[in-house]
């Protein structure tokens, strides 16, 4: 079954520094996602990207983070200049069709020291 | 603000019983309904997704619609010890592309 790959599976940085999260979305795929997990807390959606351009945003989804897609296949997560608080477990997601169910990559565990 | 809203448990049931998950909606105009289990430190998987009211059966799992009490829910017959996860219930309010989850509610299921 094909599925949605994310790399790397954990990252640890300073903060301030940039980090960038990958994704290779399901290929045939149209809408992609990301949304992150605060350990105990719910999945909550930061950005949603259509037809190379963001469509929807979150307000925890500030300017100092970014998405890109700058190939056919891959979808970035950057974030700028990292705080504490963006510990998270960051999940990628996509989908084929507007409101079909969402297929989840398996994470990246994100600790900001 | 469009919200969706579970009990957050944990719910306890025997092994070999009926869990039942609720979940509700704010955003009546929704469309699109999924339940998603998540294991610890996992990412969240499937397990039905629903548009329509009424019931959609498949195997031991039985989601419920109501549009109109802007309710769903999640029945699993046969309680085993590895169901014990996290359930989200998620919703794809109308207008939006954005998916909105609970908090998940916190199944255990005893031996």
């Known amino acids: 079954e094909p599925e949605v790959t994310q790399t790397p599976s954990h990252q640890v940085t300073q903060m301030g520094q940039e980090v960038i999260l990958r994704c290779v979305p399901i290929?045939?795929?149209?809408?992609f996602y990301w949304y992150r997990q605060i350990l105990g807390q719910k999945v909550e959606f930061l950005v949603s990207?259509?037809?190379?351009?963001?469509?929807?945003k979150s307000e925890i989804f500030d300017d100092q983070f970014s998405v890109e897609r700058p190939d056919g296949s891959n979808f970035t997560l950057k974030i700028r200049s990292t705080k504490l608080e963006d510990s998270a477990m960051y999940f990628c997601?996509?989908?084929?069709?507007?409101?079909?169910?969402?297929?989840f990559g398996s994470g990246t565990q994100l600790s900001v020291l | 603000q469009k919200e969706v809203e579970q009990n957050s448990g944990p719910l306890s049931v025997p092994e070999g019983a009926i869990a039942s998950l609720n979940c509700t909606y704010s955003?009546?105009?929704?469309?699109?309904f999924f339940w998603y289990r998540q294991y610890s430190g996992k990412s969240p998987e499937l397990i039905m997704s629903?548009?329509?009211?009424g019931d959609k059966e498949d195997g031991r799992f039985t989601a419920q619609l109501n549009k109109a009490s802007q309710y769903v829910s999640l029945l699993i017959r046969d309680s085993q010890p590895s169901d014990s996860a996290t359930y989200l219930c998620?919703?794809?309010?109308?207008?939006?592309?954005?998916?909105?989850f609970g908090t998940g509610t916190r199944l255990k299921v005893l031996a």
């Open positions: 997601a996509s989908i084929r069709r507007a409101g079909e169910k969402l297929f």
């Open positions: 290929s045939n795929h149209l809408y």
């Open positions: 990207f259509y037809n190379n351009e963001i469509s929807e």
């Open positions: 955003d009546r105009g929704s469309q699109s």
């Open positions: 629903i548009y329509s009211n």
């Open positions: 998620a919703v794809n309010p109308s207008g939006t592309y954005k998916y909105i």
